[in-house]
C-alpha cells in the first residue's frame, strides 16, 4: 500500500490564502477551520466571502466567522467575485492571514476556472488551496490533478475523512499526484482539523492510533505548570479529589472522548462502544457538578465525607446520595492506582525523566 505522497506544512506567516474547489466539498467549512487554526498559532486571520453564486453562502461564513471570532468582508449585493475579494483584501489589510473563499460548481468547467484565474490574478494568493471530499475517494485524486493541470494549486485539504470508509482511498490517490496534501478535515466543527503528516497517518491507519495528535491536542488545552504539578504529586502517592478535578478539567478541555480515544493506540477505540463512552463522559459531567458542591476541606481531604455530608453534597449538586457515593469510590479507586503508580520505580524514571524534558524547555 503506497500511501506516502508529497505533504507540506503550512507556512505561519502574513498570507493569502484562496481556497477552491467543486460544490459541497467543505471549502467554506474549511475557510473557518483555517481562520481557527492560525489564530491558535497566534497569526490573525480575515474572511472574504467572495462566493457569489449560492445565496446563503456570505451568511454561512459570517456565521462562521462569528464562532472563531474573526472579521469576514463580503457584500451580499455585489455579484462580481473579484470587486469582492479586492475590495475585502483593502478592508482586513490589518489581518496577517487572508481567506477567500469561492463558489463551487458541479464540474471543473471553463466558467470556474475563468473565474478562479481572475481572483487569483486580483489576490496574488500565497496559497491556492483545493479542498476536497474524502467520501470520493479515488475520484479525490481525479479531482486533484485536474484542478493541478488547471490553475496550479499549491495544496489540497482533504475533508470529511471521518467515518469514511473511503477516507484512505481518497489520501492515497491524492498523495500520488503531484499535489501535497497539507490538512485533514475530521468532522464538521471549525477545530476538526489536523496538519496532514503521512507517517501519522499510515499508522492510525494501522491500528496504531495517533499520539502524536494526542500530544498535540493535549498541549493545546493542558497548562503546563498545573500539569508538572499534578504530575509531582502524582509521584509523591498524594492525590485529592481537587487533583483529580483538575484532571477532568484536562480531559474534558480535549474535546469528546470519542476523539481522543480514537487517538490511542493498540485499537482501543474499537473496544469501547460510542454509549459506553457517551456515558463515561456524561459521568465526568455530573462527578464535576458534584465536586462544585464540596468545600475545600473535603476536596482536600476527602475522607471526612461521611453520610450527613453525602446528603448536603447530593442536594447542593441536584443528584442523589448514590451519585456522591458513586464518585468518592471513583476518586478511592484512582487514588490506589496513582498509589501504585508512585510506588513503581521504573515508571517514576520515566516521569522524572519526561518532567527534566520539560524543565528544559521541550
Ligand atoms: N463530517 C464532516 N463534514 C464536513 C467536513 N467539512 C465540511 N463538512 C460538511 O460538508 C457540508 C458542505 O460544506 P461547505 O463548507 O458548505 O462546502 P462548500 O465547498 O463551501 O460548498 P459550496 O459553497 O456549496 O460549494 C457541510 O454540511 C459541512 O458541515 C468534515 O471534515 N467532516
Ligand atoms: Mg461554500
Known amino acids: 500500500m503506497k500511501i506516502i505522497g508529497t505533504s507540506k506544512e503550512i507556512k505561519l506567516k502574513k498570507q493569502v490564502i484562496m481556497m477552491i474547489g467543486l460544490y459541497g466539498q467543505g471549502k467554506t467549512t474549511t475557510c473557518a477551520k483555517l481562520a481557527k487554526y492560525f489564530q491558535k498559532k497566534g497569526l490573525k486571520p480575515g474572511l ?57 460548481r458541479h464540474a471543473l468547467e471553463p466558467e470556474l476556472i475563468d473565474e478562479m484565474q481572475k481572483i487569483s490574478k486580483a489576490a496574488k494568493p500565497d ?21 493541478n493541470d488547471a490553475i496550479n494549486i499549491t495544496g489540497v485539504v482533504i475533508s470529511k475523512l471521518d467515518g469514511s470508509a473511503k477516507g484512505g482511498g481518497a489520501l492515497s490517490a491524492v498523495s500520488t499526484t503531484k499535489a501535497p496534501v497539507i490538512f485533514i478535515g475530521t468532522g464538521e466543527k471549525v477545530e476538526d482539523i489536523e496538519s496532514f503528516d503521512p507517517k501519522r497517518f499510515i499508522s492510525r491507519m494501522l491500528g496504531m492510533g495517533d499520539l502524536q495528535a494526542l500530544l498535540e491536542k493535549a498541549e493545546e488545552v493542558v497548562d503546563k505548570e498545573k500539569a508538572e504539578k499534578t504530575a509531582r504529586k502524582i ?33 482501543m477505540s474499537g473496544k469501547l462502544s460510542d454509549d459506553k463512552m457517551e456515558e463515561t463522559q456524561e459521568k465526568l459531567k455530573k462527578f464535576k457538578i458534584i465536586m462544585d458542591s464540596m468545600t475545600d476541606e473535603e476536596m482536600e481531604n476527602p475522607s471526612i465525607v461521611k453520610t450527613s455530608r453525602v446528603k448536603r453534597i447530593a442536594l447542593g449538586s441536584g443528584c442523589e446520595s448514590k451519585d456522591v457515593k458513586a464518585l468518592l469510590k471513583y476518586y478511592n479507586m484512582s487514588k490506589k492506582a496513582v498509589k501504585g503508580f508512585a510506588g513503581n520505580r521504573r515508571m517514576k524514571k520515566s516521569l522524572m525523566k519526561s518532567l527534566k524534558f520539560a524543565d528544559a524547555g521541550m
Open 48 to 104: 472574504i466571502a467572495s462566493d457569489v453564486h449560492r445565496p446563503a453562502a456570505y451568511d454561512q461564513l459570517t456565521q462562521l466567522g462569528e464562532t472563531v471570532n474573526v472579521p469576514v468582508y463580503g457584500d451580499p449585493k455585489e455579484k462580481n467575485a473579484v470587486r469582492i475579494v479586492k475590495d475585502g483584501l483593502k478592508a482586513l489589510k490589518e489581518c496577517d492571514v487572508i481567506i477567500i473563499d469561492t463558489s463551487g
Open 127 to 147: 496559497e491556492k488551496l483545493l479542498i476536497v471530499d474524502a467520501t470520493i475517494g479515488q475520484q479525490a485524486g481525479v479531482q486533484a490533478k485536474a484542478f
Open 235 to 267: 509521584m509523591s502517592g498524594k492525590f485529592t479529589l481537587k487533583d483529580m478535578y483538575e484532571q477532568m478539567d484536562m480531559l474534558t478541555g480535549m474535546g469528546p472522548l470519542k476523539k481522543i480515544v480514537d487517538m490511542l493506540p493498540f485499537g
